[in-house]
């Protein structure tokens, strides 16, 4: 971290620099041959090759030009002012972390060169420790991991609340684009800095906000101050427009320049957007746990919008890439015929820029040999990614959706476009949408901030507490006493808590949300026992793996894979139905199946009479044999990599299963659905009564063609009931 900081100086320096350099003290009709450069001092000029140090002026020529510039002047000073601010913020930087350090070797009894091996939670259980044992914290005898947590994430869970809550202005409807987001990193500093740690900010420390935005008297004047304070910092963004506009465009050609000519493919990848993850961040998540899930899907997730191809812009891109190609070719041979065309003026730049053309329209033209299930795949980047609205289950397949995917897993070019435009836009936020949006902000601190002891001010809803921030439409109905102001939005408290529950195993929950979690396991058990066996359910990964267009079906990805096709086998009649069903296995009975055989085979000590609620098996004793890993793969894993592996592939058996239920929920009373399959218009199946179970199963798999050997068995075992009537 300190080494990155330095050569963040380094390189800012170096960049003005070098810009400066290229600006103001090379002749560039000397370096491109425009001017005649007279080597003897004669009057015939000498036409030999140019060199470098013909272009280059000398010291005092190259000063005199940047003194003659106003504009570079001021640049110049300003850019030198940030570079101080930097470099004194990196030595303040430089005292924390030799803190750190040396608590790290002495307290904890890490040594700097070992911490590499040690994993977060093992430096969490030492540091739960040492609070026993040297009551660093004089305000509490213990610190519990949702206080380490906290202390951490302060800022942080404010911030992924406001976006849950919709309270930061950062949707918008444009008349020709429609509905965009807009968060970048400028824009998100500015909010930080008005917020928490700047001079007119709420907060009046790092772990206290200031005692007036407690008392709701003040309210209003409190609001008039901060919308006040935006509008300046507002106007402060537009003065600086021109120096942060220059930077941008910099650091975004030094950076990309070579990438684009190198890889010009590279500018159609996808990355996770800020605001994506923000929207996607669980409560009380770390930043390297919230990277590592977010790694996890980003293959799902860019396979399912290669899903969504265009005729129209697939036809374009194959006449560009013909017409393009066609040019390059001919200039490509005649370059190779005779060495002497690359000579020839801007020869060069038609090749590099018909290459560039040629890459950038097979990105547009899809693998014709490829078929996608966007509904199945959308339900595995929500595996991963555990949040989604309500609206995307079942329309998968349809533009809107895509759309509103882009905003969270966006293109590179698209997030290089958005930080270029932030210096124009962001003081155009500050100025006109955000001041309006004051009092609700000033209102939400003050609503959903709560004093811990030995912690300080934190935000309410990273308490996971069930009872005041439960959602009834996530399986908290009765349990919650919220109103829809308090509740969080899309389950996160609930898959918050159901997150750090598997993280964090001997973690003791609020009563509440023991209570939840205790409920969740029985309900699991209940639909486990309804359900197919998971020895079953895992037996079809590798055809679960290729329905899905898995390159594998390694662990979790095979286990995930087993489960989101279970609905899709037992409706098409890949796979022979168990009669003592009385519905084919839906996605939620799939997962229940495996989370149940998944807790019952890790076994270990109890943590109290909480230990058994769903998800809290990441620090037990890991069996020999696991359900969803391969021997060769266990004896690659170490046991940290292990359980790693295995609290993920469970949180995302949780994720689908809490997301199943809720979706059955929202559908009222009646037939339960039968997972993503039958939603998005499979051939639902008839309902069917105990003495007509065995009939109707063998009609049901007639009309299937799908069936295989078990259709035959079906058909004789029919001639047989027949002869005996």
Known sequence: MMLSDVFELVQFLFVVTFSTFLLCCVEYDVLFANRPLNHTGGTAPDRSKVTLPDAILPAPQCAQRIQASGWIIFLLVMAAAFWLYRLVKVLCSLLSYWEIRTFYIKALNIPSEALCNYSWQEVQARLISLQRQQQMCVHKRELTELDIYHRILRFKNYTVAMVNKSLLPVRFHLPLLGPVVFLTQGLKYNLELLLFWGPGSLFQNKWSLRPQCKRAGARRELAQRLARTM????????????CVLVWQLLYAFFSYAEVIKREPGSLGARRWSLYGRHYLRHFNELNHELQARLSRGYKPATKYMNSFTSPLLTVLAKNVGFFAGSILAVLIVLTVYDEDVLTVQHILTAITLLGLVVTVARSFIPDEHTVWCPEQLLQRVLAHIHYMPDHWQGNASRSETRSEMAQLFQYKAVFILEELLSPILTPLILIFALPSRALDIVDFFRNFTVEVVGVGDICSFAQLDIRNHGNPQWLSAGQTEASVYQQAENGKTELSLMHFAITNPRWQPPPQSELFLSQLKE???????????????????????????????????????????????????????????TQPCSAASAAASVLASLASSLPGPARGPATDSPGCHS?????????????SRLRSLSRSALITEVASAEMSLHAIYLHELHQQQQQGPGPQAVGVWMATGAPKLPSMTAGSAARASQAQHREMPLGGWAEEEEEEEEEEEQTTT
């Open 231 to 242: 509008v300046l910092v507002g106007l402060a963004n537009l003065l600086l427009c021109p």
């Open 523 to 581: 309900k699991v058990q209940q639909d486990a026992a309804a359900a197919p066996p998971a020895q079953r359910i895992l037996a079809e990964g590798p055809l679960g793996a290729s329905l899905l267009s898995e390159d594998s079906a390694a662990a979790p990805d095979g286990l995930l894979a087993s489960v989101l096709a279970r609905p899709i086998f037992s409706a098409s009649g890949l796979v022979s139905w168990d009669r003592r069903f």
């Open 619 to 631: 620090d037990r004793r890991l069996p020999e044999e696991s359900l969803f890993l391969s021997e």
